[in-house]
């Protein structure tokens, strides 16, 4: 997938029959923009646009990230904290995965072109389009581990 200009937005939109609106613009800026690695939640994304002086309602939010995931623009990610966090869908090699601490939410981002070759073979296989694919590892970290389970 190539990252997603205003431009490139605004035609695959047109073509759904939606628009390109300001606030969308705004949040598909705010995503491409963030520093790598970060993750950002519906709520996050509300707190930060109003830090840079945009403010956008919650709602008009979670149907835009929702949308854009959808659109295999953005990666939604289920971590352990019990709701989604969002972030730029990289084309490959900037591909990742998740592993994540059921207990302290550390996430732990890495590379593995077998997972992504085994996706994209299956949706070839299978006559789909890859937008997105993606392993969330669900476990407990060193720290963690050492809390629960002391000498």
Not at 19 to 45: K, M, V, Y
Not at 103 to 119: A, P, V
Request: neutral net charge.
């Amino acid at each position: 997938m190539a990252i997603y200009t205003a431009n490139a937005l605004k035609a695959e939109l047109n073509e759904r029959g939606w628009r390109l609106t300001p606030q969308r613009e705004i949040i598909l800026n705010l995503f491409q923009n963030l520093p790598e690695g970060n993750h950002l939640s519906a709520e996050d994304l509300c707190n930060k646009l109003q830090e840079q002086g945009d403010p956008i309602s919650l709602s008009t939010i979670y149907r835009t990230v929702k949308l854009m995931a959808r659109m295999g623009i953005l990666r939604e990610l289920e971590f352990a904290e019990g709701h989604k966090h969002y972030e730029i869908n990289q084309p490959y090699p900037y591909h990742h995965h998740h592993l994540i601490c059921v207990k302290c939410n550390k996430t732990i981002e890495f590379k593995s072109d077998s997972i992504l070759k085994i996706g994209a073979k299956t949706s070839e296989k299978e006559g789909f389009h890859l937008l997105d694919c993606q392993l969330l590892i669900h476990a407990i970290c060193p720290t963690c581990q050492r809390s629960l389970f002391p000498n």
